[in-house]
């Protein structure tokens, strides 16, 4: 109660955080004069008189204030936008390490400008993170002519550059691209086998847009990098068989953990059925040799019971591909690991890829956790406020809006089932509709989206659909949504990247409905026509009540339900959101109280009737707390079993580095031969044991085998003196003597690439093997509690060994391929590039893969608004002459391969 009063009276400790920054809005505002009077030549000099006074040990601390009111004048003259006040607030934050959480529409986009400048400033560079490739190159292109402005450099990472397009861009002062970019070639470059190869710098500061989304939502999922293995078509397709031929009763499933455990009834019966398809060795399913048939099983049961089509995946072109469960987006080109997106070909009857090898791996936890500085800004972090201080040691401040929130947040309306919480939202739509406002219905699912599509059709209400099927669309159809009597329906608004505005979207319109006129008095005339439009419909939109967010269902995240409600009331326009709810909603089925109270309600309420319940929304509530928890859980489990892994990462990766900048590695492989001699022998002659106990034959084997010496050591033992100590010196004396003759054969630099050579690919064909045997430990380990031991104890002491012996192999394995090499006077082979590999982003736990993608909808806008670096585009000649070929091989947005320079669009891949 005191605490109230207090906070009342004082306000919260975020309040009076905000309330102290106002000493450095003042500094800022008092050099706005001073700038404006400048010319563009004298203010884009301002920064190389920054650059000086940081040279000279001026702190960046010191120049914020005028780099701030620098950036702000810039921007109001190249894009006519004036930072705000509270803008300027979540510039401050930024700089200073911290996260801004920022309303939908604040205009974070702008704010990062700020903070961006200004540590740019040392040279070091700045990486912007995004949540897709579309808002990477438009906002490198967007707010990069505030950069270039200013004189700095700006780059941009998008899928399909080639390495010296991706070293230009990190060379940049500031970098724009998806975290998943990011991580891929921090992996990338560690298998690289030639330091100039490498494309990216030390890193120094990250600002992360949408933070919540990627490093919450996405931090569950480690970054993998594989390479494909055997064909096992034939396996997956007879297990496959063989699940379909099995009953609910012969398993038993955990929706919420996403497992499935066959019943004992149901091992029997599967035990009958491979054997009479001859895949069982022995009788028992369990025996050792059946560990690979166990395994296709069991993900060829998550395929057939846990993954439906058209949720978690579509079948387009004879292809499985990848629903993204946060954004509804198609993710085609990825694949899920481990053999699960196998099964799911086998289950669909599609062609079966091959299995893919973990090569390389990182979590973004331990990714983003690398850069000295990390920011973030979102509209909804302070739900996960705790998380990102735990993991990220980073503060969450809320910055006050420019406007108050004009928006309406009405209380959720429960239905007894789906169809009747369809019916009821499809008369609700109509209803908003006929009235001129426009509203946005956010689903969890292309499936319920589509079932929502046919009861709007039913009350012949126009409508568009925005989901994974139909995403080439997207940024047109969000950025029109706020038009008069507009109805959008979204399978998911997280990270769209594009603002609703009322009434339409200015930009848009022109490119759909200008695009073939050319510029001069006529296009600008258009322009001012559109707009004057614009203006006219936004007064009527406003009038009818702004825009209308209708949730069609609870998210598992408060946060997710947040974003879709924050995208009505944009700077203080009104707005209206409410949520529609049934009984059958997942959240409650899975998470929710099965109390009498909730079957009461089932038996008794009448078809088609709702109602209102405090205690079924905070059921609700409660039900998305143990959600949130149980991901925040997994997400600590995953960092505690990547920490043991980053541990073992940093080293080998640091002795990649230090392998390829040495001028000379003489000295490792020297060491590498020491210890594998002293193994050896140790081996053979075990201290404090005489000569006749001596393993003399296994020791000359082993020497011959490894080491490809013969050393007369039975002449040696008719020496009196003779110990382990002694054996062990001449014997590394011959090694070396031989080691020493083969590289007098070469020249020096010669014999230095080919150790680097053999030192690098051993090292990194024993670590890939070490991540298969780590993911196996880490799927069993969790076994160990039943013997009352903690499993990640036992996987920290597991993985340790498994480290030293690998440690030791790798010694062994240099010294023998060194020992037998022969070599001809020729010249030497070129280091062997990368192989071919996918990378994925897929949860260990679940299954599921949320590997960002570029965002076919908006492809072309990536292509005709990439800053410095175009993406080639495919001409008539690498397509064919005919144009009928060209579909679907040719971005909508793309010019059209004839040459004629207009959008493909508007040329030959006219509908």
Known sequence: MFGNFAKSLFGSSNDRYVRSLNPILAKIASFESSLQAMDDATLSNQTVL?????????????????????????????????????????????HRGEIAEMRTGEGKTLVATLATYLNALPGDGVHVITVNDYLAARDADWMGRVYRFLGLTVGVIVPNLSDEQRRQAYAADITY??????????????????????????????????????????????????????????????????????????????????????????????????????????????????????????????????????????????????????TGRMMDGRRWSDGLHQAVEAKEGVQIEPENQTMASITFQNYFRMY????????????????????????????????????????????????????????????????????????????????????????????????????????????????????????????????????????????????????????????????????????????????????????????????????????????????????????????????LFARMMRNNIEDGEAIGSKWLTKAIETAQK?????????????????????????????????????????DVV??????????????????????????????????????????????????DAIDPEMVTERVRAEADAMIAAKAAELESETWTQVEKS????????????HLATLDALRQVVHLRAYAQKTPINEYKQEAFALFQRMLDNIREDVTKTIAHAEFRLQAPPPLPDLPDFITTHFDPFSGEDNSADVDAGTLGLIQTQMPPMQIPQPTAADLGEDPENWRGQVSRNSPCPCGSGRKYKHCHGTV
């Not at 997994?634 to 043991?644: A, G, L, M, N, S």
């Not at 084997?701 to 008719?718: F, G, Q, S």
């Not at 053999?758 to 093997?769: G, M, P, R, S, T």
Request: glycine residues 8%; negative net charge.
């Open 758 to 769: 053999i030192l690098l690919q051993n090292l990194d064909h024993h670590w890939k093997e």
């Open 50 to 94: 920054f650059r000086e006074r940081l040279a000279s040990g001026e702190k960046l601390d010191n120049l914020l204030p005028e780099a701030f009111a620098t950036v702000r004048e810039a921007a109001r003259r190249v894009l006519g936008q004036r930072h705000y006040d509270v803008q300027m607030i979540g510039g401050i934050v930024l």
């Open 177 to 326: 691209g998806t975290n998943n970019e990011f991580g891929f070639d921090y992996l990338r470059d560690n298998m690289k086998y030639d330091r100039t190869s490498m494309v990216q710098r030390p890193f120094a500061m990250a600002i992360v847009d949408e933070v919540d989304s990627v490093l919450i939502d996405e931090a569950r999922t480690p970054l993998i990098i594989s390479g494909p293995t055997d064909d096992k078509s034939d396996l997956y397709m007879q297990v496959d068989a063989i699940v379909k031929q099995i009953t609910p009763d012969d398993y038993e499933k955990d929706e919420k953990q996403k497992t499935i455990v066959l019943t004992e009834e149901g091992t029997e019966r599967v035990e009958r059925l491979l054997e009479a398809a001859g895949l069982l060795e022995g009788a028992n399913l369990y025996d050792f040799e059946n560990t690979q048939v166990v395994h296709h099983l069991n993900q060829s049961l998550r395929a057939n019971v846990m993954f439906k089509r058209d949720i978690d995946y579509i079948v387009k072109d004879g292809k499985v591909i990848i629903i993204d469960e946060f």
């Open 372 to 595: 000295p500085k990390l920011a973030g800004m979102t509209g909804t972090a302070a739900t996960e406020a705790a998380e990102f201080f735990d993991i990220y040691k980073m503060n969450v401040v809320t910055i006050p809006t420019n406007n108050p929130i004009r928006r309406v947040d009405e209380e959720d309306e429960f239905y007894k089932d789906t169809h009747d919480k369809f019916r009821a939202i499809a008369k609700r739509i109509r209803q908003h509709a006929e009235k001129g406002q426009p509203v946005l219905v956010g689903t969890v699912s292309i499936e319920k989206s589509e079932l929502l599509s046919d009861f709007l059709k039913q009350e012949g209400v126009d409508h568009s659909v925005l989901n994974a099927r139909y995403h080439e669309q997207e940024a047109h159809i969000v950025a029109q949504a706020g038009r008069l009597g507009a109805v959008t329906i979204a399978t998911n608004m997280a990270g769209r990247g594009t603002d609703i505005q009322l009434g339409g979207n200015l930009e848009f319109r022109v490119e759909d409905e200008l695009a073939g006129m050319p510029d001069g008095p006529d296009r600008d005339a258009a322009i001012e026509q559109i707009r004057g439009e614009i203006a006219a419909e936004k007064a009527k939109v406003l009038e009818a009540g702004g825009l209308f967010v209708l949730g069609t269902e609870r998210h598992e995240s408060r946060r997710i339900d947040n974003q879709l409600r924050g995208r009505s009331g944009r700077q203080g326009d009104p707005g209206l959101s409410r949520f529609y709810l049934s009984l059958d909603d997942d959240l409650l089925r899975i998470f929710g109280p099965d109390t």
């Open 670 to 719: 020297e060491d590498m031969r020491a210890e594998t001699v002293n193994a050896i022998v140790g081996e053979a002659c075990p201290v404090g044991s005489y000569p006749e106990q001596w393993n003399i034959d296994g020791m000359k084997a082993r020497l011959a085998d490894v080491l490809n010496v013969h050393p007369a050591i039975e002449d040696w033992l008719k020496e």
């Open 626 to 666: 143990k959600v949130e928890a149980r991901n925040y859980d997994i997400r600590k489990q995953v960092v505690e079993y990547d920490d043991v892994m980053n541990d073992q990462r940093k080293v080998i990766y640091e002795q990649r580095a230090d392998i390829m900048d040495a001028e000379t590695v003489g």
